[in-house]
């Protein structure tokens, strides 16, 4: 499986002189399996803007899995310039909440945006689905609810049958209860998602210092997802969806600091890729 980075940071897009080796783009990762084009992308943030690039000059045609519906994973919808032309193929797929087309339009229509998503070039679905266990696009997937803010929030857990990744962009685990050290229990859903996958892309908007006055965002602390890594026994923890003031050169204080225990951490940049 190729796990390709597009935008890795949370909340609204981050452009500037300061954000550039991390990328200001927001929440989008894809997946491929070995030696093919993309066809299951996580989260639609402006970052699916740069997929287009990877896909060789062929359209899209696979399924984009939304954790949530919040704008930083949304955005790049209709600017997907390889999913909006006539010989695309995109489903769109959110976490269960009413009639999902009209979920969507609450967003992609006038006086909102000029279109609806459906109207866009190419043949596009807007679909739903709920917790459990589906297969898609050759992939297995868990899906699972895990606590945010304002709106249904999945986490994912995806598989080919060779590699595992768990995806949790959006993480507010207090609203679980407090844990242990007042960043989170290590949950149930989050267990069954993170549980010895080989790597864990997770929220890291904010830092343990941080925590008490920007708990109510509907975030996580890095401190708890290094926690949550090394209880769930996951090979190479990614630190994703970052605060957008957060410059390069604080990210990378953040990323060493917690570098050289027992899993893996990696800061997440719009250019990185994994190969698993
Ligand atoms: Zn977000
Ligand atoms: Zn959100």
């Not at 997937?141 to 049958?161: C, M, N, Q, W």
């Not at 590699?163 to 685990?173: C, E, F, R, V």
């Not at 929220?203 to 008490?212: G, I, N, S, V």
Request: hydrophobic share 40%; net charge negative.
């Amino acid at each position: 499986m190729r796990v390709r980075f597009c935008g890795v940071r949370g909340s609204t897009s981050a452009p500037g002189p300061e954000f550039v080796r991390y990328g200001g783009h927001t929440s989008c990762v894809a997946l491929a399996h070995d030696g093919a084009r993309p066809n299951l992308v996580l989260d639609a943030g402006t970052g699916l803007r740069n997929l287009t690039a990877h896909l060789d000059g062929h359209p899209f045609r696979g399924t984009i899995l939304l954790g949530h519906l919040h704008w930083d994973h949304t955005h790049g919808l209709p600017f997907f310039a390889g999913g909006v032309r006539p010989d695309a193929d995109v489903t769109v797929v959110m976490p269960a909440q009413g009639d999902p087309e009209e979920v969507m339009e609450r967003a992609f229509s006038p006086p909102h945006f000029p279109v609806t998503l459906t109207e866009l070039e190419g043949d596009w679905r807007i679909t739903a689905c709920d917790e459990g266990e589906f297969d898609v696009e050759g992939y297995h997937v868990l899906a699972a609810e895990i606590p945010h803010k304002g709106g249904r929030t999945f986490g994912y857990r995806v598989s080919d049958g060779t590699a595992t990744i768990a995806y949790l962009s959006d993480h507010n685990p207090i609203g679980c209860g407090d844990g242990p050290d007042g960043l989170g229990t290590f949950h149930r859903a989050a267990m069954a998602l993170a549980r010895d996958a080989d790597v864990l892309i997770h929220d890291a908007q904010h830092t343990a210092e941080e925590f008490p006055a920007v708990s109510h965002y509907g975030h996580a602390a890095i401190e708890y997802a290094v926690g949550l890594a090394e209880a769930a026994g996951v090979r190479t923890l990614v630190l994703y969806h970052h605060d957008p003031s957060r410059t390069d050169d604080e990210l990378d204080v953040l990323v060493a600091a917690h570098q050289g225990g027992p899993v893996e951490v990696i800061g997440a940049t719009e250019s990185l890729v994994l190969d698993l």
